[in-house]
């Protein structure tokens, strides 16, 4: 499995923005796919995730601003990010669970939040 994150960039505080991450290879076996962020100098955190039966769970500081999602068509998972704020700002990572014992990351994409 391949992933290709895509769509950051820089925006105002209280701006917007839709995260793309798009899966190839053996995309039938994707059970799970999640973001995930780290800032400078902290750690990597768990943002978003949603399962091939479209559960889905979230950071609490995300929780109410961002929502995850997915189309099987495009092999595509979205996360759209509203009422960013400053400390939104990190490289955001997608990954994937595979057969339940694999874990495939994509490159990161760069969200900047301006105050």
């Known amino acids: 499995v391949q992933l290709q994150a895509s769509g950051g960039g820089l925006v105002q505080a209280g701006g917007s923005l839709r995260l793309s991450c798009a899966a190839s290879g053996s995309t039938g076996s994707i059970n799970a796919v999640g973001w995930h962020r780290q800032a400078p100098g902290k750690e990597r955190e768990s943002v978003a995730a949603?399962?091939?039966?479209?559960?889905?769970k979230y950071a609490d500081s995300v929780k109410g601003r961002f929502t995850i999602s997915r189309d099987n068509a495009k092999n595509t998972v979205y996360l759209q990010m509203n009422s960013l704020k400053p400390e939104d700002t990190a490289v955001y990572y997608c990954n994937a669970v595979v057969t339940f014992t694999r874990l495939y990351w994509g490159q990161g994409t760069l969200v900047t939040v301006s105050s």
């Open positions: 949603i399962t091939s039966g479209n559960m889905t």
